[in-house]
């Protein structure tokens, strides 16, 4: 992985055009290929990002990182304070508590309790931040993805917003919708869920598992 601090102007030119004017940034160049641009003040969520597959191409002050549909993300550098390269070696992926990784399981053997006429695309869907939970189709073929918690909280919220951020950014998937998954959902949780078009389903673990009735409660 390569670490750049920079003072930077990046313009994103593509299905949109985006400006961030000159200002200090953090860029991170992944092995995977993905380029990322980060600020101080917005967590883990970049202010723009590149998906591989992409290349940079460095020519001076300008850095142009390019993928296949032509989108660019063109990073003009005023002054570099620092640039490191480190080698993180093999991830051994997120470890997930018992009854979380057992809700995904059995959610993704029995996902036509989301509903009638979905199928199950693929568990752990890969995408450059991370994996999606289920990556599913629904009964009119729209590609959803569902994140799944034991507890729903504001948190989960904002990863599966990320992750349907960088997904509809692929003409192969978009529209891409999302399902909040959870034993328990925050009201905080499902407020923002339901503002951002997110639909909020909460599981009821003894029924997946068929101990009671096989209903799926939704809220």
Known sequence: MRL????CKVDYIGRLIAHLPLAQRLLLFKADGSVSVHSDDR?????????PPCWLIEDHDVWTVQNKAGEKLVIS???VLHDSKHELGAEPGLVKDGVEAHLQELLAEHVTTLGEGW???????PTAIGPVDLM???SEGTSVAVEIKRRGEIDGVEQL???LELLNRDPLLAPVTGVFAAQQ???QARTLAEDRGIRCVTLDYDALRGTESDELRLF
Not at 4 to 7: D, G, R
Not at 43 to 51: D, E, G, Q, V
Not at 119 to 125: A, G
């Open 4 to 7: 750049v601090i920079a003072a």
């Open 43 to 51: 967590a883990y969520k970049p202010l723009n990002w590149m998906s």
């Open 77 to 79: 550098i005023d002054e």
């Open 119 to 125: 199928s199950l695309v693929r568990r752990e869907y």
């Open 136 to 138: 599913c189709r629904d």
């Open 161 to 163: 917003t990320r992750y």
């Open 185 to 187: 959902i925050k009201q």
